[in-house]
């Protein structure tokens, strides 16, 4: 990612996945999030890696017995995403070519996005649309 300190984004998903490395494989593959960094303990288990998507990042890992977050976050629910895309279409079609679980087709929606939704490997729930919400100043 490129830019100043003031254009990087100041909020980053986390999600935690039993196959970590599977979700980088869809997310990249299907969904066409840029591997910026990856970190594999000795075993090649993969403990943090971070994935762009225009100037947004979303930070990953794998479920680890005896890790603080994946302790932290034991019991929670699947996770929604939602990331801004230019054409739904376009990247809804990317997504069905490599298999991935469309919940909701591109659609238009009342405040204008066109939205598609779709199940990553494990249960989250990913939203990519059109649809750009305001900034507070």
Known sequence: MTGTRAARPTLYPTL???????????????FGFTEHAVYEDEDGTVVHAELAYGNGMVM???????????????????????VVIQDADAHHARAVEHGAEILMP?????????DY????????????GTYVPGVPD
């Open 106 to 114: 591109p659609t238009d929606q009342e405040h204008g996005s066109r």
């Open 117 to 128: 939704m779709a199940r990553d490997v494990e249960g989250n729930v990913w939203s990519f």
């Open 16 to 30: 935690l996945y039993a196959d970590a490395r599977a979700a980088i494989t869809q997310l990249t593959t299907a």
């Open 60 to 82: 990953l890992g794998t479920k680890r017995p005896g890790s603080r977050f994946s302790e932290a976050m034991a019991g929670a629910g699947p996770a929604g995403v939602y």
